[in-house]
């Protein structure tokens, strides 16, 4: 279901965001106008997107997803609305790429979180997927690709 993870030294991204404290039940009714939010935001300052759509996850609760919504930036967004600065941090990550549809990214995380527990990594409290091809790029979801992120404790 994921590919084979690996372990590397992300840089610091600058990205335009909307923190989020929401249920979990509501992601998928949050999800869609918050992007679209974020990119009216970053149009209107005439600033392009400089990667794929994020999700940054502060921290794992089963009933309350505390995140931000994202989209990487070449340069620093000015506040407007809901919209702030912000970046994914710099840090060592293990990273893999999920192919399905949505529905399928728990599974895909439950086997990644597998993998970084039978190979003697620390996973910290916070971790990100980036929407690397979605909807907006092929109706398919067998086609959909995610990229799972999960910075590392240990070294």
Same mark, same amino acid.
């Given at each position: 279901? %994921?590919? %084979?993870?690996?372990?590397?030294?992300?840089?610091?991204? +600058?990205?335009? /965001?909307?923190? +989020?404290?929401? $249920?979990?039940?509501?992601?998928?009714?949050?999800?869609?106008?918050?992007?679209?939010?974020?990119?009216?935001? %970053?149009?209107?300052?005439?600033?392009?997107?400089? #990667?794929?759509?994020?999700s @940054? @996850?502060?921290?794992?609760?089963?009933? /309350?997803?505390?995140?931000? /919504? #994202?989209?990487?930036?070449? =340069?620093?967004?000015?506040?407007?609305?809901? /919209?702030?600065?912000?970046?994914?941090p710099?840090?060592?990550?293990?990273?893999?790429?999920?192919?399905?549809?949505?529905?399928?990214?728990?599974?895909?995380?439950?086997?990644?979180?597998?993998?970084?527990?039978a190979?003697? @990594?620390?996973?910290?409290?916070?971790?990100?997927?980036?929407?690397?091809?979605?909807?907006?790029?092929?109706?398919?979801?067998?086609?959909? =690709?995610?990229?799972?992120?999960? $910075? +590392? +404790?240990? @070294?």
């Open positions: 279901m %994921i590919e %084979i993870p690996q372990i590397l030294r992300t840089g610091a991204q +600058l990205a335009a /965001v909307i923190r +989020l404290i929401i $249920p979990r039940e509501e992601i998928r009714t949050v999800m869609g106008p918050g992007i679209g939010e974020l990119m009216a935001a %970053i149009a209107a300052q005439g600033i392009a997107p400089a #990667g794929p759509v994020f @940054h @996850h502060f921290r794992m609760d089963p009933k /309350v997803f505390d995140f931000e /919504v #994202g989209v990487p930036v070449a =340069r620093p967004v000015s506040p407007a609305g809901r /919209v702030k600065p912000g970046e994914l710099a840090a060592r990550v293990a990273r893999t790429v999920y192919r399905g549809p949505y529905e399928g990214l728990g599974e895909a995380w439950g086997e990644f979180s597998a993998w970084l527990q190979n003697g @990594h620390t996973p910290a409290p916070n971790l990100w997927e980036r929407y690397v091809a979605g909807p907006e790029s092929n109706p398919d979801p067998s086609t959909w =690709r995610t990229e799972l992120n999960r $910075p +590392l +404790l240990n @070294h």
